[in-house]
């Protein structure tokens, strides 16, 4: 009776390890956190080549309406840290990346690509933006 209990407890503690690597972010969060980074509403880009790294990390691609191109990724907690953490482990923001196409004059390139001046929106010139030649 004993052993059974330790063999079933092994087996159980050995399924929740496997199961703790891959992360726990709905796809509906996922597009939630990505309209937010990329000022889009869900519903108006695609998110393709989804690929997970152990740790929870997730990169992917989104692909607007329009044909803007993105590379973001974001970090989910793992079903492990959920466990250790009660629920209480949050996912991060999406973070993003405009990509810009090798055409020149191209509409999908951010401002700081398209040499536009990469001012604040107080028309300021700080000195992070002069190191990188910005304005």
């Known amino acids: 009776m004993h052993t059974r209990f330790n063999a ?3 087996a ?3 399924l929740a390890l496997l199961a703790g690597c891959a992360s726990t972010v709905t796809p509906d969060g996922l597009e939630q956190r990505t309209a937010q ?3 889009r ?3 108006q880009f695609a998110i393709t080549d989804r690929s997970e790294e152990t740790g929870g990390r997730i ?3 989104v692909n ?3 044909g803007v191109a993105y590379r973001c990724y974001l970090v989910g907690a793992t079903g492990l840290q959920k466990a250790m953490s009660f629920g209480q482990t949050p996912h991060s923001d999406a973070i ?3 990509m810009v196409s090798g055409k020149s004059g191209s509409a999908n390139q951010a401002p700081a690509a398209t040499g536009q001046s990469g001012r604040g929106s107080g028309g300021e010139c700080n000195a992070l933006l002069r190191a990188a030649g910005r304005c």
């Open 8 to 10: 079933s407890l092994a």
């Open 12 to 14: 159980s503690l050995a």
């Open 37 to 39: 980074a990329i000022g």
């Open 41 to 43: 509403s869900v519903g």
């Open 59 to 61: 990169n992917y691609t």
């Open 64 to 66: 607007t309406r329009d």
């Open 96 to 98: 993003c990346t405009a």
